[in-house]
């Protein structure tokens, strides 16, 4: 985790690890060489209570590359619309980039954090069947669903 350079957005991932938010959770939206996305749905696909969004650090000179980690939005177009879903970077996204010139027709997208090992399961997990369920935000989950059994802090 970058806690330097996205002290926020980290110590905002944090509190929700540490409160058990990301457990039983699902990856949710996963597109080959895109993104696989988790946080905000239970494995039965209700999604998770959250807390207000978060101001985001978007400008703080980390790319969305492969293997790198970002705060997903609520709203496109709404860099402060961040809550608890990140997504993992299967591909590099550079138009998912903070630039200076205000040019961002998808939005900010917090880097927050990086794959150091595991990114082959990232992988595997890209390469599953998706289903559209026919509810916003829901039109690219994996079958059979992924599940994040636990997330904790390794210190």
């Known amino acids: 985790l970058h806690?330097?350079?996205s002290p926020q957005t980290v110590a905002h991932f944090l509190k929700h690890v540490d409160a058990g938010q990301y457990d039983g959770t699902i990856?949710?939206?996963v597109a080959a060489g895109y993104i696989a996305q988790a946080g905000g749905f239970n494995v039965d696909l209700t999604p998770r209570t959250t807390e207000p969004t978060l101001k985001s650090e978007?400008?703080?000179?980390?790319?969305?590359?492969?293997?790198?980690v970002?705060?997903?939005?609520?709203?496109?177009?709404?860099?402060?619309?961040?809550?608890?879903?990140?997504f993992i970077n299967l591909g590099d996204n550079l138009s998912f980039d903070h630039s200076a010139d205000g040019d961002h027709p998808l939005g900010y997208y917090c880097v927050f954090g990086k794959v150091v090992s595991g990114m082959?399961?990232?992988?595997q997990i890209a390469?599953?069947?998706?289903?559209?369920t026919g509810r916003k935000g829901l039109d690219l989950v994996p079958e059979p669903k992924v599940v994040i059994h636990s997330v904790r802090r390794i210190r």
Request: charged share 30%; glycine share 4%.
């Open 127 to 132: 390469d599953l069947e998706t289903t559209d």
């Open 70 to 86: 970002a705060m997903a939005l609520r709203e496109p177009n709404a860099p402060d619309s961040a809550k608890t879903q990140f």
């Open 3 to 5: 806690d330097r350079k």
């Open 27 to 29: 990856f949710h939206r």
């Open 120 to 123: 082959d399961v990232v992988d």
């Open 58 to 68: 978007a400008s703080n000179g980390l790319s969305n590359a492969r293997g790198t």
